[in-house]
């Protein structure tokens, strides 16, 4: 029969905390569709004013004598209500993302916590930013040339239910599309790529631009070229951005004292407390740690153990001499031949040996006066004297 203790079963610690986040994230998901709900009944009376307004960019160049038409039966309610339902979404994604940040904010470092609520922040501005500017911008001049470019005798009558889907498209488009300084900025925060490449790729860049424009945006070369060109542009911002903070990030450096290769969080591997020395690095002191047999760097020898090594210690530093200073010169790590191995090992053994005799020498003495009041308190007991050592 298998062993109770080797079932896999999870422990009742991690069940309880993984029940304790899976509640968590419950709650404020529900947080969450409560804003949304608030402010959809907030906004649902003015539904027909908003769609109205949203309209506006089309209906101010369709022909005199024309409209916007609904083919469906319930459309003249659904249409507005949808809109209604998604600019509630929009209007509240500041504050689910707050729920989101609240619920991972625990699981960062430091660092990424200061990294992460600007890049949060800047990306729903930007993200508000591609909407305007694609109803300030970019809708009037295509509603304008396709009015203006329909055939003789075609009247121009578009379906709500079309319409809104056709600029909820574009305001998903552009919106991403304004994203682009954030996404440079993280690819260049983490180590992906540098400025300097992102420089040498921007003929690439300019042809993706053009492509995603073509995907994102309906079958016309001016919908395109108005998503592409602020795409270049804000990848430059982007662009210039990751140097400055490239920059900031290499005078912190200078100034903290570390080397440019070293990684600047307090990780593992950074910098801060529990980092790892380099292999073959300057030790303390600046001299090279030498490894002993088993591959560990050797302890430092103290004054009494070195003096009492005698020749088998000099032998191990002459020669190992060469050696740690072609390591400390070349910051590489150097392994010991087979005869400094030898040295080092019986350098080490001695060492050993003298701590064996000096902590014998000790407990020799300590037990001595031990000896002496144990005698002198029989005596006592029987009522002879003591014996005097």
Not at 5 to 11: A, D, I, L, N, R
Not at 38 to 55: C, D, E, K
Not at 69 to 80: H, N
Not at 164 to 186: K, Q, R, S, W, Y
Request: net charge negative.
């Amino acid at each position: 029969m298998s062993n109770g203790k080797t079932t896999g079963e999870p422990s009742t610690e991690a069940t309880e905390t993984l029940l304790s986040h899976l509640i968590e994230l419950r709650d404020r998901i529900l947080r969450m569709f409560l804003a949304i709900l608030v402010v959809f009944l907030m906004l649902f009376p003015f539904a027909n004013q908003i769609y109205t307004f949203l309209a506006t960019p089309l209906m101010v160049h369709l022909p005199e004598g024309t409209s916007m038409i609904a083919i469906e039966v319930a459309a003249p309610f659904l249409i507005p209500f949808k809109l209604v339902l998604l600019l509630a979404v929009v209007l509240t994604i500041p504050y689910t993302l707050y729920q989101l940040w609240a619920f991972i904010a625990p699981g960062l470092y430091k660092h990424e916590k200061k990294m992460a609520a600007p890049l949060v922040a800047s990306s729903t501005i930007l993200f508000y930013l591609g909407m305007a500017f694609a109803y300030f911008v970019v809708f009037p001049l295509i509603f304008a040339f396709f009015t203006a470019t329909a055939p003789e005798g075609v009247a121009v009558m578009t379906d709500i239910s079309r319409y809104l889907d056709f600029v909820i498209m574009l305001f998903i488009a552009f919106g991403i599309a304004f994203e682009v300084p954030i996404a440079t900025i993280l690819l260049v925060s983490m180590g992906a790529t540098t400025p300097e490449k992102l420089a040498s790729k921007r003929p690439y860049v300019i042809v993706g631009t053009f492509v995603i424009g073509m995907i994102l945006t309906p079958p016309d070369i001016i919908s395109q070229t108005l998503l592409a060109l602020p795409m270049w542009i804000l990848f430059e911002i982007g662009l210039i951005l990751s140097r400055i903070m490239e920059k900031r990030k290499t005078e912190r450096r200078v100034a903290e004292g570390l080397d440019d290769d070293d990684p600047d969080d307090n990780g593992p591997r950074g910098g801060g407390p529990g980092a790892r020395p380099r292999r073959g690095g300057p030790g303390p002191g600046g001299q090279t740690p030498r490894p002993d047999a088993g591959g560990m760097t050797a302890r430092p020898a103290t004054s009494g153990s070195a003096t009492a090594s005698g020749a088998a210690a000099a032998t191990a530093s002459a020669a190992a001499g060469d050696t740690t200073k072609a390591s400390a010169e070349t910051g590489e790590f150097q392994p010991l031949s087979p005869e400094e191995m030898d040295a080092e090992l019986d350098r080490l053994e001695e060492e050993e040996r003298v701590l064996a005799e000096k902590r014998a020498r000790k407990e020799g003495k300590s037990e001595q006066p031990a000896d002496a009041a144990a005698d002198a308190t029989s005596a006592k007991e029987s009522g002879q004297p003591s014996k005097k050592g």
